[in-house]
């Protein structure tokens, strides 16, 4: 089991906002402010959309954010588009140097 | 432009060993942190290993003991030593550039491993 839980699956229509929590079940990573989160499309390379909970890479859009609360991490999609429709990994630092992912949430654009 | 190339995947019995490169281009090996991360059929992503720039190395606990991280700057390339797999340690490999140690900025093609007699 991830030391990160997520939701195996959420759906939303086109233009709507969708978000996917990220539980941190350890106070080892929950206490670490270097979440990151990845998108893959299938047979795919992954893509970093957010580090350090809330920057977003040069060429991501502004769509995509990124939050923390407490051990609970979160992406939200605004004004979900098709192309949106990928798996999603968080990522976190940990005490033993090497970091470690979610289980994945799989966005399904309806 | 940074870019990872990764070889030397392909079929193993279980119990053999298998040596993963990574060639890197764009910038010096040894100036960043690099991590390698699998992924099995189906499955989600796991960082398996990393090494810092100050030549310190860490694994999961999956592979503790089996795999081994190493950096050479001549070659300008990433590899990870893996022995003793397993059915399990099938997956794709991808060789990783980290953004600090905190995130993975730049992802390789990665690198097929199946483990099967």
């Known amino acids: 089991q991830s030391a990160l839980t997520q939701p195996r699956s959420v759906s939303g229509s086109p233009g709507q906002s969708v978000t996917i929590s990220c539980t941190a079940t350890s106070s080892d990573v929950g206490s670490y402010d270097y979440v990151s989160w990845y998108q893959q499309h299938p047979g795919k390379v992954p893509k970093l959309m957010i580090y350090e909970v809330t920057k977003r890479p040069s060429g991501v859009p502004d769509r995509f954010s990124g939050s923390k609360s407490g051990n609970t991490a979160s992406l939200t999609i605004s004004g979900l588009q098709a192309e949106d429709e990928a798996d999603y990994y968080c990522c976190s630092y940990t005490s033993g140097y090497i970091l470690v992912f979610g289980g994945g949430t799989t966005v399904t654009v309806l | 432009e940074v870019q990872l190339v990764e070889s030397g995947g392909g079929l193993i019995q279980p119990g053999g060993s298998l040596r993963l490169s990574c060639t890197v281009s764009?910038?010096?090996?040894?100036?960043?942190?690099m991590t390698w991360v699998r992924q099995a059929p189906g499955k989600g992503l796991e960082a398996v290993s990393v090494i810092f720039v100050n030549g310190n190395t860490y694994y999961a606990d999956s592979v503790k003991g089996r795999f081994t991280i190493s950096s050479d700057s001549s070659r300008n390339t990433l590899s990870l030593q893996m022995n003793s797999l397993r059915v399990d340690d099938t997956a794709v490999y991808y060789c990783?550039?980290?953004?600090?140690?905190?995130?993975?900025?730049?992802w390789g093609q990665g690198a097929l491993v199946s483990v099967s007699s």
């Open positions: 764009g910038f010096a090996v040894k100036s960043a942190y």
């Open positions: 990783a550039k980290n953004r600090g140690n905190t995130a993975i900025e730049t």
